[in-house]
């Protein structure tokens, strides 16, 4: 059977193509293709209760999807999430259970780190280190902050691992006069995020963040924030959407990364 399957609420800086995985039509804010009854499923497994950039992702199904097909496509969706993008890979990296659940995928760091271009990064909140050895491997100087002794020590152990132990210092806290050039945020989400909508003040460390923005002492701003975040709570930002690169989350956008420079 053939279904007319329509999309709405894709945000404009979110690439349609990489979330819908299917060759759609676009009209105005809807996203039309016909799928068979199979790839409807698997599309309405994926994006189902789904918020994008502050709101729910609309799907229709024209014929409505049955029961058995929904079913199946959920399952075929929960076998797809095990080949995901990966962590760390290389082996005697150390993670504990927020590390390793907060941790920014191996590849999508390096992605961030080559696009800083060399320059002196702050990571606040490194965790164990995803995104500090991300930039570090890309040849960025990292003043890497965190609060965890565990995880402090092992995002070193683990910039080691990485051959990039040289271009990291690490700090337990941001001092108040420190300034610097890029300020990169990973927030910790929490397990329980809204899936529908964040803002800006669901994350005490994004607000303080901009707080040292708006004071010009760091030029610029890079966040990653959950796929729900709003980039419209932040004022000056440019919100652009990171997806996975394994089949199991190539469709997928793993987090919002936000970006904000002082207002002029
Ligand atoms: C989401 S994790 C970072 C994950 C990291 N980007 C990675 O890829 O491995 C956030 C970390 O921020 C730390 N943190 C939160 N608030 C902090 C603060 N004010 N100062 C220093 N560390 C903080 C937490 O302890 C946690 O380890």
Not at 14 to 31: I, N, R, Y
Not at 69 to 97: E, V
């Amino acid at each position: 059977m053939i279904h007319q399957v329509v999309v709405r609420g894709v945000p404009e800086w979110v690439d349609a193509g990489k979330l819908l995985g299917q060759p759609f039509t676009s009209e105005d804010d809807a996203f039309t293709a016909e799928l068979d009854t199979e790839a409807a499923a698997d599309l309405a497994a994926r994006l189902r209760n789904v918020g994008v950039g502050g709101a729910l992702l609309s799907v229709q199904f024209r014929p409505r999807l049955k029961r058995p097909a929904i079913r199946a496509g959920r399952t075929r969706d929960a076998r797809a999430r095990r080949d995901t993008t990966p962590g760390f890979t290389q082996p005697g990296a150390q993670w504990d259970d927020e590390g390793r659940y907060s941790l920014t995928p191996e590849a999508l760091a390096l992605v961030m780190g080559k696009a800083a271009n060399k320059r002196d990064v702050t990571d606040l909140g490194c965790g164990v280190g995803g995104n500090t050895i991300g930039f570090a491997r890309a040849g960025c100087t990292v003043a890497a902050i965190e609060r965890d002794p565990i995880r402090r020590r092992m995002a070193l152990h683990n910039a080691s691992v990485y051959g990039v132990r040289d271009r990291v210092t690490v700090a337990t806290e941001l001092s108040d006069d420190a300034t610097g050039d890029l300020l990169f945020i990973d927030p910790p989400w929490g397990t329980e995020w809204d899936r529908e909508r964040t803002v800006v003040n669901d994350f005490p460390l994004l607000v303080t963040s901009l707080e040292r923005i708006q004071r010009a002492d760091f030029t610029e701003l890079w966040a990653k924030l959950p796929p729900s975040f709003d980039p419209t709570s932040v004022p000056n930002a440019t919100a652009q959407a990171v997806f996975g690169t394994r089949p199991g989350d190539c469709h997928r956008i793993k987090f919002v990364w936000l970006s904000v420079r002082p207002h002029a």
